[in-house]
Antibody, heavy 126, light 109 residues
Framework: EVQLVESGGGLVQPGGSLRLSCVAS????????MTWVRQAPGKGLEWVAN????????YFVDSVKGRFSISRDNARNSLSLQMNSLRAEDTAVYYC???????????????????WGQGTMVTVSS | DIQMTQSPSSLSASVGDRVTITCRAS??????LNWYQQKPGKAPKLLIY???TLQGGVPSRFSGSGSGTDFTLTITSLQPEDFASYYC???????????FGQGTKVEVK
């Protein structure tokens, strides 16, 4: 059974830092892109960051570029999100998810987030 | 950046109704479009990928269509468990910055 379990959320002051972790089980973690998605209270989903299988490719939404970093430890089946210079607008539930390739047509592949963790709440407030 | 615009932002419907939600991309994304369902306090659930392919275990009353910039999610006969929020998401090839629409909340009429 595929499981993703996030941890590390909490209350932090503006300008502070927090590191989120996501531990994966039930699948070959090193074979998948992974992603972080967040949801501010009462708001919609926002994609935050992606990382490829070996950790060399990383992409971020513009609002977190230069402040957040994403990494993975394939030996420990672990994904991390390091969040620095936190702002009130970063307050959200943060989900990790697996990036699954549904199918490919030639070189064109169709991806989706097929398994999600339960989420961890990050509150940025003084 | 590819922007995704969903409409309506909310709708009221009754059990048995046919419900249609639309999603528009700011540029052509072929069929690189997914749909998710989210219930309060829960993680999203993948319903449809590649615009029209139903994820395993998803009831056949859900369907997706469209290509290029305009997409549709249809629920043919709304069931009590379908009252939820629905999000489209583009997963265009490059760069892999896979944005979501703002969501559509389906509420009880």
């Amino acid at each position: 059974e595929v499981q993703l379990v996030e941890s590390g959320g909490g209350l932090v002051q503006p300008g502070g830092s927090l590191r989120l972790s996501c531990v994966a089980s039930g699948f070959t973690f090193s074979s998948y892109w992974m992603t972080w998605v967040r949801q501010a209270p009462g708001k919609g989903l926002e994609w935050v960051a992606n990382i490829n299988q070996d950790g060399r490719e990383k992409y971020f939404v513009d609002s977190v570029k230069g402040r957040f970093s994403i990494s993975r430890d394939n030996a420990r089946n672990s994904l991390s999100l390091q969040m620095n210079s936190l702002r009130a607008e970063d307050t959200a539930v943060y989900y990790c998810a697996r990036v699954w390739v549904g199918h490919c047509s030639g070189n064109d592949c169709y991806r989706a987030f097929d398994f999600w963790g339960q989420g961890t709440m990050v509150t940025v407030s003084s | 950046d590819i922007q995704m615009t969903q409409s309506p932002s909310s709708l009221s419907a009754s059990v048995g109704d046919r419900v249609t939600i639309t999603c528009r991309a700011s540029q052509s994304i072929s069929i690189h479009l997914n749909w998710y369902q989210q219930k309060p306090g829960k993680a999203p659930k993948l319903l449809i990928y590649a615009a029209s392919t139903l994820q395993g275990g998803v009831p056949s009353r859900f369907s997706g269509s469209g290509s290029g910039t305009d997409f549709t999610l249809t629920i043919t006969s709304l069931q009590p468990e379908d009252f939820a929020s629905y999000y489209c998401q583009q997963n265009y090839i490059s760069p892999p910055e896979w944005s979501f629409g703002q969501g559509t909340k389906v509420e009880v009429k």
